[in-house]
């Protein structure tokens, strides 16, 4: 009886192997384990053992050919003359079958683009080498307790005790845990993971940020403002009680660079191919929610002083945080702030939210020695960033803008009148 | 210091006390002209006269009914029952009257009443007249049960018992009467609801009362030889249960055994255990041990007898049974 030899799997994600080279010919006569040939897979490249002795009779995919998983590759019998004539053609046809699968398959998963997605999946959780249940500990209450107390592994010991349970005077010879045998204890073999479907909100994120990261030719600058005198004026308005927030000083910033700046007030519509000129100044505020991101908008944001920048991006995020936004207040924007301020980053790179052509990236203010007039002195600094669509806005006109942003900031009279 | 015995002890602590208040009196069954069945009340009927040493009939019911009317009025007697046996003749008159009356009158009367007489085996008078009372009256709220071991402390609690405004239920052991031990002479009381240990030890907690404890000093004497320490509670009061001593004593030793004269089921050694496991559990270094009287009347014949009532050997194999590893 002819034994046919097919493509193996040789990882979960395998579906087509290519020969890289068949170790043996046909006519050779191979034993079980002996290598047949090396198969080089998206991974590597394994050498495939046979499971059967015999005569190699045929070599039906040639060296740099490919196949399917569990398409035939070789046939093999146990005499050297047994006939595999009838066999031949039914061989072929599960080959030219198994080739049609393959096109199919790459066909279905050539991304439009055309470009490669690349694709990931994690490795297999290894092998179950531990016995993933615990045996039940006999061990009496108090050898239980001291063992938790000291870090003691209670499995190391024999038990001295009635029916051989563990007790207290067992523990002088048990082990301190150590890494090796607190693995035993391991609720998951290593590796272990699940698979967790997207929500629609990661969708939409997902979606739209891969559109923006992979389309999009983005480029940053980054600048430094002192922050010194917009802490004066935030303390001296708080003294009139008025409270703002940084985050509201920078939106005035940017409100106000951005009018003067419209080059920048810019979007790219990739369906059409053409540059979006916003005549309004509408900033999409990035804001944190439990289940992803939402940007809602300060529509017109130019027009607004800055007490009303701050009671409408504080009320902005409350409805956001508690998931009542409608859509009229998140869907558009010309101009996106992201900040990571008050998580004490220096500073961060964000990414384009599309259709718009620039997105701001504020971090966090920090106590540092800082150069005024020569001289060394203790100051507070923040660095800002902006992302932009070079399809869009060119390297100097986003340097202009930036320094727009940091003049503003550092002479922050000019936010309050 | 002088030493008397445990009979001696408890017939000071009543004239001491017939002495101190005038309005405590004894009645019971042959209590005056033949002096007591067990010779605890000699000579008291010459001392304080037939109106406050009574000779009763036999009886039970009509003279602990008659005894509670007294303490309601104001009086403080003292009851002796033959033997607590025969208590369960006026069980009715105890439970529902003695032990009721405070809670039933909104507290507006006490029933200032001592019950006393020999309890448990004694030698060959069979199931009958061999009862260990101090779980069934235990069990029902509306009392102090004490049951003292030697002389020192029969003294004291009787006096502590008949000074309580509750009914108080003072068990003594016709085994054990003759016992002799050190006493003052001065006026004292002891503690009701306090535990005393009798040996310090570090290896097990053996816990009992009354009788039991003569057998349990010889078994942590012979444990002592092999350098095996047994902490000895005796627990004095039954109820209220003294739960700090036992506590901590086993959390101290990690082991404990509860030794008790009377039946298992439902027994004061269930109550302790149950009260070590509450609040021990995670010292219990093994599970806790209890020695009883078999799950049987108690026989009349004599090896039968020795062997259903907690015995050394018996002792000594619970012990052993959770002393495994430990030397």
Not at chain 1, 221 to 248: C, G, H, P, W, Y
Not at chain 2, 155 to 184: C, H, Q, S, T, W
Not at chain 2, 262 to 288: M, N, R, T, W
Request: net charge negative; proline share 6%.
């Amino acid at each position: 009886m002819p034994i046919i030899v097919t493509m193996p799997a040789l990882s979960p994600t395998m579906e087509e192997g290519i020969i890289a080279s068949w170790l043996v010919k046909e006519g050779d006569k191979v034993l079980d384990g002996d290598a047949l040939c090396e198969i080089a897979t998206d991974k590597s490249t394994v050498e495939f053992q046979a499971i059967d002795g015999g005569y190699i009779r045929k070599i039906i995919t040639p060296e740099g050919g490919s196949a399917k998983v569990n398409a035939p590759i070789a046939v093999i019998t146990k005499t050297a003359d047994e006939d595999i004539s009838s066999l031949i053609p039914a061989v072929e046809k599960k080959k030219e079958e198994a080739e049609v699968l393959v096109e199919a398959v790459k066909t279905k998963a050539s991304p439009s683009t055309g470009m490669n997605v690349m694709t990931f999946s994690p490795p297999p959780p290894r092998d179950k080498i531990r016995p993933m249940v615990k045996p039940s500990l006999h061990a009496s209450p108090l050898a239980k307790k001291i063992a938790s107390e000291k870090g003691l592994n209670i499995s190391s010991v024999k038990g001295s005790g009635p029916s051989g349970r563990i007790i207290a005077k067992d523990l002088d010879l048990a082990a301190k845990e150590t890494i090796s045998t607190r693995r035993d204890s391991y609720l998951y073999p290593d590796g272990t993971f699940e698979e967790i479907a997207l929500t629609p909100v990661r969708k939409i994120i997902g979606d739209r940020l891969q559109a923006s990261k992979m389309t999009i030719p983005h480029y940053v600058i980054s600048q430094t403002v002192n922050m010194t005198k917009i802490m004066a004026l935030r303390s001296d308005l708080k003294d009139l009680e008025i409270k703002v927030t940084f985050n509201d000083f920078v939106v005035r910033a940017a409100a106000l660079a951005l009018k003067k700046h419209p080059n920048i007030n810019m979007g790219y519509d990739s369906a059409k191919n053409v540059l979006i000129q916003y005549k309004t100044i509408d900033i999409s505020l990035a804001v944190s929610v439990p289940d992803g991101l939402i940007t809602p908008i300060l529509w017109q944001a130019d027009y607004m002083s800055l007490s009303e920048i701050s009671a409408e991006a504080k009320k902005l995020a409350l409805k956001a945080k508690q998931g009542t936004l409608e859509p009229r207040e998140y869907q558009g924007g010309s101009f996106t702030i992201s900040n990571l301020g008050m998580f004490g980053v220096t500073s961060f790179q964000a990414v384009i939210n599309p259709p718009q052509a620039a997105i701001l990236g504020v971090g966090g203010i920090s106590e540092m020695a800082i150069s005024v007039d020569g001289k060394i002195t203790s100051g507070h600094v923040m660095n800002i960033s902006v992302s932009m669509d070079h399809r869009v806005i060119d390297g100097a006109e986003g340097a202009q803008f930036l320094t727009t942003i940091k003049s503003l900031l550092e002479n922050p009279v000019s936010l309050v009148i | 210091m002088r030493k008397i015995t445990i009979r001696e002890a408890i017939r000071e602590a009543l004239e001491e006390e017939f002495d101190r208040d005038e309005n405590v009196f004894i009645l019971g069954e042959e209590v005056a002209e033949y002096n007591g069945a067990y010779k605890i009340t000699k000579g008291m009927l010459d001392k304080y006269g037939p109106k406050r040493v009574i000779d009763t009939p036999i009886s039970e019911g009509g003279f602990t009914g008659l005894a509670i009317g007294a303490a309601l009025t104001g009086l403080r007697p003292v009851v002796e029952f033959m033997s607590f046996n025969f208590s369960f003749v006026a069980f009715d008159q105890i439970v529902n009257n003695a032990m009721k009356i405070h809670y039933m009158s909104g507290g507006r009367f006490s029933v200032p009443i001592v019950f006393r007489g020999p309890n448990g085996a004694a030698a060959r008078v069979s199931c009958q007249h061999s009862h260990n009372v101090e779980p069934l009256y235990a069990h029902l709220p509306g009392c102090i049960v004490v049951a003292p071991s030697n002389a020192y402390d029969s003294k004291g609690l009787l006096k502590a018992a008949i000074r309580n405004d509750n009914p108080v239920f003072f068990l003594e052991n016709e085994m054990i009467y003759n016992m002799v031990g050190e006493v003052p002479d001065y006026d004292y009381t002891v503690e009701i609801g306090k535990a005393k240990i009798l040996e310090e030890g570090i290896h097990l907690t053996l816990i009992s009362y009354s009788r039991m404890i003569y057998y349990c000093k010889e078994v942590v004497e012979d444990y002592k030889k092999k350098g095996i320490f047994i902490e000895l509670i005796d627990l004095c009061t039954i109820k209220p249960l003294d739960v700090g001593t036992i506590i901590s004593s086993v959390k101290k030793t990690h082991r404990a055994v509860v030794v008790e004269e009377g039946h298992k089921f439902a027994g004061v050694s269930a109550e302790v255990i149950a009260i070590i496991q509450e609040f021990c559990l995670d010292y219990l270094d093994a599970p806790v041990k209890r020695v009883c009287q078999m799950e049987t009347p108690l026989p009349y014949s004599p090896p039968l007898e020795a062997e259903t009532i907690p015995n050394i050997r018996r002792i000594k194999a619970a012990i052993e049974e959770i002393l495994v590893g430990v030397k």
